[in-house]
């Protein structure tokens, strides 16, 4: 398998190349949520899923600061890209680059299925 670089918003894919998508730690880092999801959408085929994190900042004990991950908004953007919410998660564990507030911050993951 080749290696390839690419942007999260402009991946260097074709058209339903995967079944499944991840996007750990990066809606809260990418303002156009709409490219986002867009995205994620365009590489997944009828039946895919997407995984992602949301609510970082809630993780790590502290307030919103922008809501870039929000739940709320980033269900009603995926909506808009025919992916719709099937499952809700969460994973622990430390920043080894010193992000965490606390001891095991708990990362909520959402789950899209492309429709």
């Not at 402009?10 to 490219?35: E, Y």
């Not at 895919?48 to 949301?54: I, M, P, R, Y």
């Not at 993780?59 to 809501?67: E, K, Y």
């Not at 099937?86 to 564990?93: D, K, R, T, Y």
């Given at each position: ?69 929000a739940a709320d908004r980033v269900a009603a953007v995926a909506a808009r890209h025919h992916l719709h919410l099937v499952g809700q998660e969460s994973f622990s564990g430390r920043s080894t680059w ?18």
């Amino acid at each position: 398998m080749a290696f390839r670089q690419g942007s999260a918003l402009d991946m260097p894919f074709g058209d339903a190349s995967f079944d499944l998508a991840t996007l750990i730690h990066v809606g809260m880092n990418i303002a156009d949520k709409h490219r986002l999801m867009a995205e994620a959408a365009r590489v997944l085929p009828s039946g895919g899923h997407l995984v992602t994190t949301v609510d970082k900042d809630l993780a790590h004990g502290l307030l919103r600061r922008t809501g870039a991950d929000a739940a709320d908004r980033v269900a009603a953007v995926a909506a808009r890209h025919h992916l719709h919410l099937v499952g809700q998660e969460s994973f622990s564990g430390r920043s080894t680059w010193g992000s965490a507030s606390d001891g095991d911050p708990v990362f909520p993951l959402a789950a899209y299925r492309r429709a």
